[in-house]
C-alpha cells in the first residue's frame, strides 16, 4: 500500500458550503474526538480560510481541501496553490467532485502535483466508466459516487458498490476506493463497507440532519462495527 494509504474503513465528513467558521470547527470538534476515540482515520473537509484552523486545532483528524489546482508557484491569482496546501498542514485534496468538475488534462496534472508534495488526492467518478479511465491515473483514493444520488439520501445499490469497486482495483490496486453517494444514515455506512469499499463519508445526511453530531457519532459507530466484521 501507499505511505499515504488510511487505515480502512476510513471516513470523510464533507461539509462542501454548508458549514464554515464556528459552525464548522464545532462539527469537527466532534469528528476529532470520534477519530480519537475508536482509533480510525477521518478526513475533514473545509472551506480554504478554515482548513488552518482544522490543522492547529484537531490532531487526529486530516485536513482534506475541497479543491487542488496543479498551478506552479508564481503567477496565478485567485487559484489555488498546492504548496500552500501542503504548507498549511492539509493532507488530502478532493477532485473532480461532480460540483467541480476538471478538465481531463488538469486532472491528470492535479494528481501529480498532489503526488509530488505527498497530499492525498480524492478523485470522483460518476460511472463504472469514468473510474475506469481515472484508475490510470493511480489516485490515493476513488470516490465513486454516481452523480444523480448526491445529496438525495439514496445509495447507489449493491451492484453498482461492487462493480465500481472491482474496477477500479483491477487497474489500481493500491488506489483506495470510497463509496458515499446518498449516505444518510448508519445503515449506508455499515452497507458500504460491507460491499467492499475502503471508506465511507456523508454531507447533508450529516450537516442538515437536526443533530448532526448525533448523526456522525452513529455513523461513525456503524464504520467501527463494519470494521469489527469485515477488517
Known amino acids: 500500500m501507499s505511505a499515504l494509504s488510511l487505515r480502512a474503513p476510513f471516513f470523510v465528513v464533507n461539509p462542501k458550503s454548508y458549514l464554515y467558521g464556528d459552525a464548522l470547527l464545532s462539527l469537527a470538534k466532534k469528528a476529532d474526538e470520534l ?3 475508536y482509533d480510525l482515520d477521518i478526513l475533514f473537509t473545509a472551506q480554504l480560510i478554515d ?10 483528524l486530516i485536513a482534506c481541501a475541497q479543491m487542488m489546482e496543479s498551478l506552479q508557484p508564481g503567477r496565478g491569482m485567485g487559484h489555488v496553490l498546492p504548496e500552500a496546501l ?3 498542514g492539509v493532507g488530502a ?3 473532480n467532485h461532480a460540483e467541480n468538475p476538471l478538465t481531463v488534462h488538469e486532472l491528470a496534472a492535479t494528481v501529480a502535483r498532489a503526488r509530488e508534495l505527498d497530499i492525498r488526492s480524492v478523485v470522483c ?10 484508475a490510470h491515473l493511480h489516485p490515493d483514493i476513488m ?5 444523480s444520488l448526491i445529496g438525495t439520501g439514496t445509495t447507489a445499490d449493491e451492484a453498482y458498490m461492487r462493480e465500481s469497486t472491482q474496477a477500479v482495483k483491477a487497474i489500481s490496486p493500491q488506489t483506495q476506493v470510497l463509496q458515499a453517494a446518498g449516505i444518510s444514515t448508519p445503515d449506508d455506512v455499515y452497507r458500504a463497507i460491507a460491499c467492499g469499499a475502503d471508506g465511507t463519508g456523508g454531507t447533508s445526511g450529516i450537516v442538515a440532519a437536526d443533530n448532526p453530531h448525533q448523526v456522525l457519532e452513529d455513523m461513525i459507530a456503524a464504520l467501527v462495527r463494519a470494521r469489527a466484521d469485515f477488517y
Open 51 to 60: 482548513l488552518p484552523s482544522i490543522v492547529a486545532r484537531f490532531p487526529h
Open 143 to 147: 470516490v465513486c459516487e454516481l452523480t
Open 86 to 88: 501542503a504548507a498549511a
Open 35 to 37: 477519530a480519537h476515540s
Open 93 to 95: 485534496t478532493f477532485l
Open 125 to 134: 467518478a460518476d460511472s463504472v466508466e469514468e473510474g475506469t479511465w481515472i
